[in-house]
């Protein structure tokens, strides 16, 4: 048999991107098929062979068959329903036929209507066999959504399913070749229904509410779907932002959710990459006024997703950070000030705050004290017993904040201080309350390695605020108006005003902070001191007393141990 020239090409025309070999001489050429792919929502199979001769040509010719290969789905279907089912026409538990080439368009009738669809059975494993997914009947590049193919799931594994959406129409293209296969691929199967598009993540999802919450898209009860590349902008226009995971479930080290302060997906701005099913241990803080917050999956194995809540920082009244939904309880007091000692039962009153949108606001329920008989036509409230100062307190913690009036919490306005006040304070960090109480104070000598700092946040006093190195050399009776304190040496004198920023204690374990007032009220406000004590290790310049002292006044009360400067103090056991 011979052939004098004959092309074969793909497709109904001699398009010379199409032919699929030229052939003459007397050896038999090898089976030509057409490709396995598609391009066009109606593409098919077609061969064209085109044979030519010359005026001298004696040869005999040539003589080829063909046979068209069984499929189990061809052509373009075109399905409108809400919901239904797709198949690649194979028998379950079957190998599907070579030579497909089929696709399924899925259209919402609705606007705002996307599509979710989910295999039940997925195993498209021959050569050149996939199944992809479009966006758009274009089948371009630039709708593509995604490609699945070598794999099979595992039915016994409730996770291990291929889930894909779009947030219109939704095309699914299959094909597969004509060589044989040994892998008995199976094909597929899946439900399909339509959805709310504004479920499905888009590219890109901007915040700018100061709390919120949001999640992958899916339903909680629901897997997430494969090709998913989305991203979370947190731009509230104000920081700090913290970021809490509320329900974290996807394939681990494959399907990950990372979080970064800014606004910028980089290594150095970058606080995390999350995934698997357990929730990060720690909350996530951006200093920045936004975050971002990115997730990607691949073709198979989805989870539950993921739920995200935030909120940027409110600034409560003792300048502590809470954020959204967290309380705080407000001391406020009457316009007027009594007189020291002067009674009745209701001066004060609690009032609970809320962290909301970033700013703290007055709670529905309040907790107070007052009753509406307690104030006078003029909105003031009546003279009561309130002690501003104790007679003495004792202070042992290597760090804190004292104030004129004990009850006064820190942000809120304070009221003038009382007349007729005689206080003291004695700051003796690492001491003990009871030593204190029963006067071993008495005894402790000099240290000439100890060093107290104290930094004055406010001052408004005519009545001057005195500090004393705290070296008693006879005994204390507390409570004694005769005798208290007994101190050592004056350090500053007397602070009247904003006369002084900060103070350093040197050669003393101890502190006597002494306060006294005339008969007559007087229109300062009074004061705020912070204290921390300094190791004896530490040698500090004053602007570094000063930051210690400031930081102290900034953290929570009563720590145990002395946060700068280590070694630690190591006080004297007493008592």
């Known amino acids: 048999m011979f052939i004098a020239s004959g092309q074969v090409y793909t497709g109904n025309t001699e398009d010379e991107d199409n032919l699929l070999g030229t052939f003459s001489g007397t050896s038999l050429p090898a089976a030509v098929e057409t490709p396995s792919f598609i391009d066009s929502v109606d593409s098919s199979h077609e061969m064209l062979v085109v044979f030519s001769t010359s005026s001298s040509t004696t040869d005999t010719g040539f003589e080829a068959e063909y046979q068209q290969a069984e499929r189990s789905c061809s052509g373009s279907t075109t399905l409108g329903s809400t919901n239904g089912v797709i198949s690649d026409g194979s028998i379950a538990s079957y190998a599907y ?107 890109l999802t901007t915040f700018t509410a100061k709390a919120g919450n949001f999640s992958d898209g899916s339903v909680p009860a629901d897997l997430y779907p494969g090709f998913v590349s989305c991203s979370w902008l947190i731009s509230p226009g104000q920081g700090p932002i913290r970021l809490e995971f509320r329900r974290l479930d996807t ?34 803080m951006s200093e920045m006024s936004s975050m971002l917050v990115t997730f990607s999956s691949d073709a198979r194995k989805s989870g539950l997703g993921f739920e995200i809540t935030y909120s940027v920082a409110c600034t409560a009244s003792d300048g ?146 005195a500090v004393y190195k705290a070296a008693p050399s006879s005994g204390v009776t507390l409570g004694s108006a005769t005798n208290m304190p007994v101190r ?38 009074g004061w705020e001191i912070a204290y921390s004590a300094v190791a004896s290790a530490c040698s500090l310049k004053r602007r570094e007393y000063e930051s210690l002292a400031h930081r102290a006044a900034r953290r929570r009360s009563d720590p145990t141990t002395p946060r700068l400067c280590r070694p630690a103090l190591n006080p004297r056991p007493v008592g």
């Not at 399924?104 to 606007?111: D, E, L, N, Y």
């Open 320 to 465: 502590r950070f809470l954020f959204e939904g967290d309380s705080f309880e407000t001391t406020l007091y009457g316009t007027s000030r009594p007189p020291f000692g002067q009674t009745c039962d209701t001066y004060s009153y609690e009032k609970l705050q809320v962290c909301s949108n970033g700013a703290m606001v007055d709670s529905m329920s309040l907790s107070s004290s007052y009753t509406a008989s307690a104030s006078s036509s003029n909105g003031a409230y009546e003279s009561c017993e309130a002690a501003q100062c104790p007679e003495q307190s004792i202070h042992v913690a290597y760090e804190g904040v004292l104030y004129d009036n004990m009850l006064f919490v820190p942000g809120t306005d304070p009221p003038q201080y009382q007349s007729g006040l005689d206080c003291s304070w004695l700051v003796w960090p690492g001491g003990s309350v009871t030593s204190a109480v029963s006067g071993v104070r008495r005894s402790l000598p000099g240290d000439t390695h100890a060093q107290i700092a104290l930094f004055v946040k406010r001052l408004d006093a005519v009545d001057p605020v």
């Open 488 to 525: 050592g040496d004056l350090v500053t004198g007397a602070m009247t005003q904003s006369s002084y920023s900060s103070v350093l204690v040197e050669g003393s374990p101890a502190v006597e902070i002494e306060f006294v007032t005339g008969s007559t009220v007087d229109p300062g406000t």
């Open 97 to 203: 036929t070579r030579g497909n080439a089929c696709t399924w368009i899925i259209s919402p009738a609705g606007s705002g209507q996307g599509v979710r669809l989910e295999f039940s059975r997925f195993s498209v494993r021959g050569p050149g066999d996939k199944v992809q997914f479009y966006s758009s009947s274009a089948l371009s590049s630039e709708s593509l959504i995604g490609s699945a193919s070598g794999f099979e799931t595992m039915v016994w594994d409730s996770d291990d399913k291929v889930v894909v959406q779009s947030p219109g129409q939704l095309v699914l293209a299959f094909t597969s070749g004509l060589q044989p296969e040994s892998s008995w691929s199976t094909g597929f199967e899946g439900e399909y229904q339509i959805i709310d598009s504004s479920k499905i993540c888009s590219s």
């Open 251 to 284: 394939e681990r080290d494959q399907d990950i959710v990372s979080v970064y302060q800014g606004s910028t997906a980089t290594n150095s701005n970058l606080l995390g990459n999350f995934s698997g099913s357990n929730l990060p241990s720690d909350l996530l």
